[in-house]
């Protein structure tokens, strides 16, 4: 497996998926970025008021999905303090 530090990054798009399976929330809202390393990725959004173009990075803790009754938790997707440069 290969890490990459991610730093900030750029949301291209944005999206809301109504229908998720059980474990999922709903409405999922979920954001597509590419960050300065150039990797590119598809995450949860953490601020419901992002826009395309806004400068993201991965941070907080917060319950991604819940598995047989066990909470798996990660970083979400929010604004940097510079929200578009």
């Given at each position: 497996?290969?890490?990459?530090?991610?730093?900030?990054?750029?949301?291209?798009?944005?999206t809301?998926?109504h229908?998720?399976?059980?474990?999922?929330?709903?409405?999922?809202e979920?954001?597509?970025?590419?960050?300065d390393s150039?990797?590119?990725?598809?995450?949860?959004?953490?601020?419901s008021?992002l826009?395309?173009g806004?400068?993201?990075?991965?941070a907080g803790?917060?319950v991604?999905r819940?598995?047989?009754?066990?909470?798996?938790?990660g970083?979400r997707?929010?604004?940097?303090?510079?929200?578009?440069?």
């Amino acid at each position: 497996m290969t890490t990459y530090s991610l730093g900030t990054g750029v949301l291209l798009a944005t999206t809301i998926v109504h229908v998720t399976p059980d474990d999922v929330r709903e409405p999922n809202e979920l954001g597509f970025v590419r960050f300065d390393s150039g990797v590119q990725a598809i995450a949860q959004l953490g601020d419901s008021d992002l826009s395309v173009g806004d400068h993201v990075v991965f941070a907080g803790e917060h319950v991604l999905r819940c598995e047989g009754g066990e909470s798996i938790r990660g970083p979400r997707l929010v604004a940097t303090e510079d929200r578009e440069q």
